[in-house]
């Protein structure tokens, strides 16, 4: 099993499996998320799966300093026009 981190009692015993597909993966999906982004509303049909996915991805250092920086600027994007989105149904109703 996994070790605990000194002086932090409540750490996770069991860490994260790490495998060597994990990078490609996390690198296709900010590829996917970006073009769902420049799509009409995919980035908001699909924000729901992709948000907690880069979010998982730049947490646990699946992508380089590149693909991190464009991931989370693809995150707040997404997340802002999801924001928009709710915004615009709420007032158009």
Same mark, same amino acid.
């Given at each position: 099993? !996994? ?6 009692? =409540?750490?996770? $015993? ?5 495998? @060597?597909? +994990?990078? $490609?993966?996390?690198?296709?999906? #900010? +590829? #996917? ?7 009409? !509303? !995919?980035? *908001? ?12 991805? #730049?947490?646990?250092? /699946?992508?380089?300093? !590149?693909?991190?920086?464009? &991931? *989370?600027? *693809?995150? @707040?994007?997404? @997340? +802002? =026009? #999801?924001? /928009? &989105?709710?915004?615009?149904? +709420?007032?158009? @109703?």
């Amino acid at each position: 099993m !996994g070790t605990k981190v000194p002086m932090c009692p =409540e750490s996770n $015993p069991m860490p994260m499996l790490h495998s @060597a597909a +994990a990078g $490609p993966a996390a690198r296709a999906l #900010v +590829a #996917v998320s970006a073009f769902l982004l420049l799509s009409m !509303g !995919g980035a *908001i049909v699909a924000a729901p799966l992709t948000l907690p996915l880069l979010y998982l991805s #730049v947490r646990n250092g /699946w992508l380089s300093g !590149g693909f991190r920086t464009a &991931a *989370i600027v *693809i995150a @707040a994007l997404t @997340a +802002a =026009e #999801v924001a /928009w &989105a709710a915004v615009y149904l +709420a007032t158009s @109703a």
